[in-house]
């Protein structure tokens, strides 16, 4: 069975490259222009991996990444995020999300392959629990609102762009927070080392 891919990226150029640098005899490229629509496309592509250009418009690869880490349902797809070659990175965003690969753009494509190929045997290698009452929900069910039915394509309303919104930004606060409760847990442990040390130093002394 073909991986599935699902790459949000701006650049239409970039978006060939992907697609080129990935054998379709072994996998299925579907791309987004912007974060929404590529959210949009989550529940009916299920991709395995998802490829996220920090800058987009919609919402961008941080707030994808973070999305993606908020339903368990995506938590087992590989996550990458391609950064363009003079853009900064935003340090705090970064270590509140989680991801598999920070790919920087350009790239190569076989080695870009090769990354994403060894994150999805790695997902899939991972031990799953038997089905049974509390079993996570399919890809179908993930908590992404639905919008409702106008008969064809169903329409985007700013209520669901809202709700997704207010995922993400729950998913990146609580992330931000347990890492400020590490962070305050080794800086204590380390002042704690100091002390003992000088009075250590303080007693050989006397």
């Keep these: 069975m073909n991986s599935k891919i699902l790459l949000a990226e701006a650049s239409s150029l970039v978006r060939k490259a992907v697609e080129a640098a990935f054998p379709a005899s072994e996998f299925e490229v579907r791309t987004a222009s912007d974060g929404l629509a590529a959210v949009r496309l989550l529940p009916e592509w299920s991709p395995d991996a998802v490829l996220a250009a920090l800058n987009l418009p919609g919402m961008d690869g941080y707030e994808i990444a973070a999305f993606l880490g908020s ?60 089905e049974d009452p509390f079993a996570e929900p399919s890809p179908e069910s993930a908590s992404i609102p639905e919008p409702p039915d106008t008969g064809n394509l169903p329409e985007w309303t700013e209520g669901v762009e809202q709700k ?43």
């Design 71 to 130: 339903q368990p349902v995506y938590r087992p797809t590989a996550v990458f995020l391609l950064r363009g070659s003079f853009e900064s990175l935003d340090m705090g965003k970064l270590a509140a999300v989680k991801y598999d690969g920070l790919v920087q753009k350009p790239f190569d494509g076989e080695t870009l392959a090769a990354q994403v190929r060894a994150a999805i045997d790695r997902k899939r290698e991972l031990p799953s629990l038997p």
């Design 164 to 206: 997704i919104r207010d995922l993400v930004r729950q998913e990146i606060l609580r992330n931000q927070s347990e890492m400020e409760e590490r962070a305050r847990d080794i800086v204590s442990a380390e002042f704690k080392k100091v002390l003992v040390a000088e009075l250590k130093a303080v007693d050989g002394r006397k």
